[in-house]
């Protein structure tokens, strides 16, 4: 049992520091995007096309975080499942 413990510590270690990672890069990507987005000036494009306002916001915004909603939804519970096994296992040492 302590040699499991041993041998998977490590990839639990990594585990975290993938899910910290993942967060930063989402918070590099939101600010890219809004950056280049005033920064270029294209919203004042957009707003002055056919296409409405609010079918505008939903297509950058909305998608975009709902997408990220869901990857910050189901990372954490995926990781808690598999940080519960090892902790049944910590407990048992």
Do not use: C
Not at 30 to 36: L, Q, R, Y
Not at 74 to 85: C, R, T, V
């Amino acid at each position: 049992m302590m040699a499991f413990h041993q041998d998977f510590q490590f990839v639990q270690h990594l585990s975290s520091l993938l899910l910290y990672a993942f967060s930063g890069a989402i918070g590099l990507f939101w600010g890219d995007f809004f950056a280049s987005e005033f920064e270029k000036q294209t919203y004042k494009l957009a707003l002055t096309q056919s296409i409405t306002r609010t079918k505008w916001f939903i297509g950058k915004f909305i998608i975009r975080l709902g997408f990220i909603a869901l990857i910050s939804v189901i990372g954490p519970i995926i990781l808690s499942w598999w940080f519960a096994k090892l902790d049944f296992i910590n407990a048992s040492i």
